[in-house]
T-cell receptor, first 111, second 115 residues
Framework: QKEVEQDPGPLSVPEGAIVSLNCTYS??????FMWYRQYSRKGPELLMYTYSSGNKEDGRFTAQVDKSSKYISLFIRDSQPSDSATYLC???????????FGTGTRLQVFP | SAVISQKPSRDICQRGTSLTIQCQVDSQVTMMFWYRQQPGQSLTLIATANQGSEATYESGFVIDKFPISRPNLTFSTLTVSNMSPEDSSIYLCSASGTRNTGELFFGEGSRLTVL
């Protein structure tokens, strides 16, 4: 079993839609849960992160972690064409800087 | 934040040759990492570049194939040795931020094609 599983997509939605991106993980030692966004031909950039379980909101983006079910979600409200990118979940243990990346979900938002 | 520059941004190489990728960070960082991203795939950690000591390699990656140097806190190199077409990939350098949150900053990657 992979440590992090993520639906690769692609996911194609119309502008304004609510998008749900999800990951599952197997290692209960993960404490930080990062979401990275990667535009085509660019390096990944941190979008947001949460520590332990719960929700975190940042503008149109909400990250949600359920440690009991080992399930990570990223919600995008009012999606825009500029949100078209690959979204990678990356959980992390507390005592290391090493990230384990999911396969990434490719999102396309069309006007 | 940290700005990471990688050279070369892309290259086409012949089978059996070696290529060294350079990574320069605009500030001193504690941790530097090298990742590989194969076409359509996610990022796989190759190794942690340790300043002043040998790199720490992940399972499936060995020093003879991917020698890494890190002479100081702002610079690292990754060499891909004795290349084969299977090494065609994007190689990404990353560095940790100052916050203890696991945030990594990435370069734009070096796109390598082996013929």
């Amino acid at each position: 079993q992979k440590e992090v599983e993520q639906d690769p997509g692609p996911l194609s939605v119309p502008e304004g839609a609510i998008v749900s991106l999800n990951c599952t993980y197997s290692n209960s030692a993960f404490q930080y849960f990062m979401w990275y966004r990667q535009y085509s031909r660019k390096g990944p950039e941190l979008l947001m992160y949460t520590y332990s379980s719960g929700n975190k909101e940042d503008g149109r983006f909400t990250a949600q972690v359920d440690k009991s079910s080992k399930y990570i979600s990223l919600f995008i409200r009012d999606s825009q064409p500029s949100d078209s990118a690959t979204y990678l979940c990356a959980p992390k243990k507390g005592n290391t800087d090493k990230l384990i990346f999911g396969t990434g979900t490719r999102l396309q938002v069309f006007p | 934040s940290a700005v990471i520059s990688q050279k070369p941004s892309r290259d086409i190489c012949q089978r059996g040759t070696s290529l060294t990728i350079q990574c320069q960070v605009d500030s001193q960082v504690t941790m530097m990492f090298w990742y590989r991203q194969q076409p359509g795939q996610s990022l796989t950690l190759i190794a942690t570049a340790n300043q002043g000591s040998e790199a720490t390699y992940e399972s499936g990656f060995v020093i003879d194939k991917f020698p890494i140097s890190r002479p100081n806190l702002t610079f690292s190199t990754l060499t891909v040795s004795n290349m084969s077409p299977e090494d065609s990939s994007i190689y990404l350098c990353s560095a940790s931020g100052t916050r203890n949150t696991g945030e990594l900053f990435f370069g734009e990657g070096s796109r390598l094609t082996v013929l």
